[in-house]
């Protein structure tokens, strides 16, 4: 059955490449001439260079079993969820068939879960998130500061949930390819730590941003700047040689990685910095990254410097391993190391949510499966991005667990105030995303029903005047007196509390309710 399922999923990777690869050309056409076109058609040229250039990259571009995935942690779920689960944001991990391998491996152990996808760019992901269209982020890279400022003003618990899905690739432009240090194949050095790549790229600065904290500690004067390779103890002709740096233009997303991971969050660089941005090869009809531009210049410039990947390899120039600190060892940058996450300048691939989604099994369950041994097991076949190890997985499990006690708290001190026939409940109405929802078993006692929930299904079933309906954890589907219905948002527990939208008592007991801002009162008819 895996095999057959991995088949099928190579089928539908191969489709997908054609039928691009088609469009692409025909948009492409051969070599133009830009001078002859206006600005709104060098966009939409370039947009079809970049859709050309992943195309190409579709290929699997390494064999799977170099990675052994045995410890990782298997997803064997305890009940089956119902519901739709809406993703904005990165397009590539549909482009590569990735995303449809992980739904299609979900739904054989959810069936009734319903994907709706909107996975156009990874700037997309937050815009969806806080205007409530998207209850995944799918991100191909860290969140940037404006992202996390502007969700937070929209987020109840005031941060949002940062799931790691996978590890970037080693190569594969597009795919969030390890960043990498690369200095002329004459220069004697071999390794650097991260504090003397600060030294070299960064410049004095008075803290950095830890997310949407400032912190004042990592703070550096300019007596840590390095600005000439004696400084790094080379000698003879280099030693009163000036470093020249290059980089990625700070429109782009790399600089901004490079700051948290090297400057620890500092936002400033060496004065003496080039800025490098993509270009467009006419002929071929393709993107040129400015990678391609940054190793030209250190092949023609022995004392230049430039960080890009390794996708950009090539004779003249080599990569420096790095090292953590000078405590520690350096690691070349490999898929060995970047599965190990030893080293230093591996990148993220993200999925954000609203914390409060870890206590919604619908998201919760897909988010926890991604992160498993069969999610990881498909991003090794996929064989682009590279899988998280064993403790990296866990992290992420553990991660989702803290969101979900953080979520019990939410909805015991809600302020939301639920009452029947006047009388106030024990426990809160509950804003959850959007939602008002209500603590069921609280609603029927005292409408003079009954309640009762199965530990065993997980299904809780209510009774009034003869009316039977019974829903279960994690679930937007239903049955009231023996037929199927369906919720817009699923029911589940939280705090031993069975939860359900307002109009799951309404559609099933044909009460009465009344929404006042996070207050609900129900009235008998």
């Given at each position: 059955m895996k095999h057959l399922r991995l088949l099928l999923c190579a089928l539908l990777i191969l489709t997908m490449a054609l039928s691009t690869?088609?469009?692409?050309?025909?948009?492409?056409?051969?070599?133009?001439?830009?001078?002859?076109?206006?600005?709104?058609?060098?966009?939409?040229?370039?947009?079809?260079?970049?859709?050309?250039g992943t195309n190409d990259r579709l290929k699997q571009w390494y064999d799977p079993a170099i990675f052994d995935l045995s410890d990782l942690p298997e997803y064997n779920p305890d009940f089956e969820v119902s519901g739709t689960i809406r993703q904005w944001g990165s397009n590539y991990i549909e482009d590569s068939g990735l995303v449809q391998m992980w739904e299609a491996e979900f739904k054989s152990f959810h069936p009734d879960v319903v994907?709706?996808?909107?996975?156009?760019?990874?700037?997309?992901?937050?815009?969806?998130?806080?205007?409530?269209?998207?209850?995944?982020?799918?991100?191909?890279?860290?969140?940037?500061?404006?992202?996390?400022?502007?969700?937070?003003?929209?987020?109840?618990?005031?941060?949002?949930?940062?799931?790691?899905?996978?590890?970037?690739?080693?190569?594969?432009?597009?795919?969030?390819?390890?960043?990498?240090?690369f200095v002329n194949s004459e220069n004697p050095l071999e390794s650097l730590t991260l504090q003397q790549v600060d030294g070299i790229f960064g410049a004095a600065r008075?803290?950095?941003?830890?997310?949407?904290?400032?912190?004042?500690?990592?703070?550096?004067?300019?007596?840590?700047?390095?600005?000439?390779?004696?400084?790094?103890?080379?000698?003879?002709?280099?030693?009163?040689?000036?470093?020249?740096?290059?980089g990625y233009t700070f429109s782009y997303n790399f600089p901004d990685e490079f700051e948290k991971k090297v400057f620890q969050g500092g936002q400033r660089w060496n004065e003496d910095m080039i800025e490098v941005s993509n270009g467009l090869n006419y002929e071929t009809g393709r993107v040129i990254n400015g990678g391609t531009y940054m190793i030209e210049k250190v092949k023609e410039d022995k004392f230049a410097i430039c960080y890009t990947g390794a996708a950009f390899l090539t004779d003249g120039v080599k990569m420096l391993a790095l090292a953590k600190d000078e405590n520690s060892p350096a690691y070349e940058?490999?898929?060995?190391?970047?599965?190990?996450?030893?080293?230093?300048?591996?990148?993220?691939?993200?999925?954000?949510?609203?914390?409060?989604?870890?206590?919604?099994?619908?998201?919760?369950?897909?988010?926890?499966?991604?992160?498993s041994k069969q999610g990881q097991t498909l991003v090794a076949w996929d064989a682009k991005y590279v899988p998280m190890n064993a403790e990296y997985c866990q992290?992420?499990?553990?991660?989702?667990?803290?969101?979900?006690?953080?979520?019990?708290?939410?909805?015991?001190?809600?302020?939301g105030v639920a009452q029947v026939n006047g009388a106030v409940l024990e426990h809160p109405a509950v804003d959850f995303i959007g939602t008002m929802m209500v603590p069921v078993a609280e609603v029927v006692n005292a409408l003079g029903g009954t309640y009762t929930y199965d530990e065993e299904t997980y299904a809780a079933t209510i009774e009034l005047n003869n009316i039977v309906a019974t829903v279960k954890h994690g679930n937007v589907n239903y049955e009231l007196a023996g037929e199927k219905r369906v919720l817009s948002q699923p029911c589940?527990?939280?705090?031993?509390?069975?939860?359900?939208?307002?109009?799951?008592?309404?559609?099933?007991?044909?009460?009465?309710?009344?929404?006042?801002?996070?207050?609900?009162?129900?009235t008998l008819n």
């Open positions: 690869c088609g469009a692409v050309a025909e948009s492409t056409g051969g070599a133009v001439d830009p001078t002859t076109m206006t600005p709104e058609e060098l966009v939409q040229y370039y947009q079809a260079a970049r859709a050309a994907f709706e996808d909107t996975l156009t760019s990874s700037a997309n992901a937050f815009p969806g998130l806080i205007t409530g269209q998207a209850d995944i982020g799918q991100m191909g890279r860290e969140a940037r500061y404006h992202e996390l400022n502007g969700f937070q003003r929209q987020c109840a618990l005031g941060y949002a949930l940062e799931i790691s899905t996978c590890f970037g690739s080693y190569e594969v432009r597009g795919w969030t390819f390890s960043l990498a240090i008075s803290g950095g941003w830890k997310g949407l904290t400032w912190d004042p500690t990592v703070a550096r004067g300019a007596d840590e700047n390095i600005r000439y390779w004696g400084q790094l103890g080379l000698t003879g002709e280099w030693e009163n040689a000036r470093i020249q740096p290059y940058n490999n898929y060995e190391n970047i599965h190990n996450a030893t080293y230093p300048l591996t990148r993220g691939i993200f999925a954000y949510a609203n914390p409060l989604q870890a206590a919604n099994p619908v998201v919760a369950e897909f988010l926890k499966y991604i992160t992290m992420q499990w553990d991660i989702l667990e803290d969101a979900r006690q953080k979520s019990d708290g939410y909805f015991a001190e809600s302020e589940f527990i939280v705090n031993d509390l069975m939860y359900v939208p307002v109009e799951y008592v309404t559609n099933t007991l044909g009460v009465q309710a009344v929404v006042d801002g996070i207050n609900v009162s129900f």
